[in-house]
Structures are given as C-alpha cells and as structure tokens.
C-alpha cells in the first residue's frame, strides 16, 4: 500500500524558513511526478508547486523566488524548502504522488506568526 508521510511543519516567525519533506514507500518514486500543495482555513486547496520525474520544478506565483521543490530518488522522498515565509504561507502542506493512479499524504501544519 503507497504510503506518503510528509515531516518538517511547526511554527516559524515571519521571513523565517522551514523544509518539508515527503517519504514514499510502495510507490515506483522515480517514476511519479510530485507535488505540494496547501491548505489554509477558510480557502481551498491549492497547488504549491511541482516536480517532474526528470526534476524539472514549477512553482505557484507565491512561491517563485522563495520555495524550492526538489526529490532524491534514492531515498523516495521530495523535499519543499521554503524560505522568508510570511503570515499568509500559514497552511496544512500535503504532497501527492501521481503515476497511473493520485496518491496524497495526511499533511503537515505550517504555522507563520510572530
């Protein structure tokens, strides 16, 4: 059964920095592209950025500049580096997996406050 187990939230002060990662098990990780997205209470899901199987990264508007979406296939695990986070970064980051069928993880909370 595909696991992803996201690690790396908690609290941080404005324009501090967090790194997320996603551990994947049962899944042919090098051949799933992966993604971030989040979600904030009160807005809807959305796509924080992505990274192809060859490792080419796409970020969200939000995120160019300040995020940094990466994946060691020898430890099926993605990593999302997010720097200078501000208030509005506060949210529950998910990763998904997607081959042939979409798997997510359960989500790690990201909180930003002074």
């Known amino acids: 059964q595909v696991q992803l187990v996201e690690s790396g939230g908690g609290w941080v002060q404005p324009g501090g920095s967090l790194r997320l990662s996603c551990a994947a098990s049962?899944?042919?990780?090098?051949?799933?592209?992966m993604s971030w997205y989040r979600h904030a209470p009160g807005k809807e899901r959305e796509w924080v950025a992505s990274i192809t199987t060859g490792g080419s990264p796409n970020y969200a508007g939000f995120g160019k500049g300040r995020f940094t979406i990466s994946r060691d296939n020898a430890k099926n695990t993605m990593y999302l580096q997010m720097n200078r986070l501000k208030p509005e970064d506060t949210a529950v980051y998910y990763c998904?997996?997607?081959?042939?069928?979409?798997?997510w993880g359960q989500g790690t909370q990201v909180t930003v406050s002074s």
């Open positions: 049962e899944l042919t990780f090098s051949l799933a592209a």
């Open positions: 998904k997996a997607m081959t042939v069928l979409v798997y």
